[in-house]
């Protein structure tokens, strides 16, 4: 009769999570959430992995992050040991794309539901090796394009500009970014874009170098635009070594020092910023969902954040 009565009880007390629209799993045991990032030598992933920790908790996760050193092998390893040790959900940032389809098919073998985060398993072999996750969480690179392009537009207020790009051609992700900034100030009439996209290579000397070309060999270019924060140093030091800071403006994709460079004001005038903090929590989030037994979409798309003037010194704070 006893354990009736605790049968019941034990019912009673899981339809009143489900109703109370809590995480639904035992009040003794925290569901184990394995995160798999990259490195730590890169800000944007000490970021992320802060949040995932402080997400998880307030979430009623135990989290254990497994950092891979940039190491396809030594990632999947990480992989397979959060399947022996039994977690109940992985969040996966790939090293690389293609390597990265490996861990996801360990995960599906082992019946552990993973979302993928920011840099995602490479969608062809996905396919071909039949290997599925929950949902891919990333920064909506095009959106992050269209938010500067249209803050130039804004700045300009009817001004004529003619635009110079410094990017990176090989990269899709910058290429998406330059493709919403090119649709954004598309839309006005006094604003040309100069037609080739001039390859700054993500390095400041190498971007310093062609925007003093790119200037010269165009003396009524006005703007620079940089799809990467690197090379938006390198052509802040390109406009002031010209003594062009007067004339020539930047916008761009920023971190840290690129929110402090508008926050002065004088040069960068605006940019957008990824928030890694932001991807992190999105899938916490989404993994409660999921074990709660909520469909989700298969792509989730997280914009980043405009930075201009008016909210640069919030940003610095928790920029990265």
């Not at 761009?252 to 910023?273: C, E, S, T, W």
């Amino acid at each position: 009769m006893k354990r009736f009565s605790a049968c019941i009880l034990s019912g009673l007390v899981v339809l009143l999570v489900l109703a109370s629209g809590q995480p639904v799993w035992a009040a003794d045991k925290k569901p184990i959430l394995g995160v798999s990032l990259p490195n730590l030598t890169n800000p944007y992933y000490v970021t992320m992995r802060k949040s995932f920790l402080e997400n998880g908790e307030k979430n009623g996760f135990e989290v254990r992050v497994l950092i891979a050193d940039n190491d396809d092998l030594k990632q999947l390893s990480q992989v397979q040991s959060f399947v022996e040790q039994k977690v109940d959900f992985v969040a996966l940032n790939c090293t690389s794309s293609g390597p990265g389809v490996a861990s996801v098919l360990e995960l599906n073998k082992a019946n552990i539901p993973v979302i993928t985060v920011n840099l995602l398993p490479d969608p062809e072999m996905m396919k071909q090796q039949e290997a599925t996750m929950v949902q891919a969480v990333e920064t909506d690179q095009k959106m992050g394009g269209v938010y500067i392009g249209e803050q130039l537009v804004k700045d300009l207020n009817g001004a004529e500009a003619y635009v110079g790009i410094i990017g990176e051609p090989t990269s899709v992700s910058a290429n998406t970014r330059d493709d919403g900034f090119k649709e954004a100030v598309a839309k006005s009439p006094n604003v040309k874009v100069h037609p080739v996209v001039v390859n700054g290579k993500v390095e400041e000397t190498t971007a310093l170098k062609v925007t003093q070309e790119l200037l010269m060999g165009n003396p009524n270019m006005n703007i620079i635009y940089s799809d990467t924060e690197p090379a938006a140093i390198g052509a802040a030091k390109a406009i002031e070594q010209l003594g062009m800071q007067d004339r020539v403006k930047l916008y761009a994709f920023v971190d840290k020092v690129g929110v402090q460079m508008i926050i002065d004001g004088d040069l960068l005038m605006a940019g957008a910023i990824q928030e890694p903090d932001r991807l992190a929590q999105i899938v916490v989030e989404n993994a409660v969902r999921h074990m709660k037994g909520e469909k989700l979409e298969p792509k989730y798309m997280s914009p980043p954040l405009l930075v201009n003037e008016e909210n640069a010194k919030d940003v610095l704070s928790k920029a990265y």
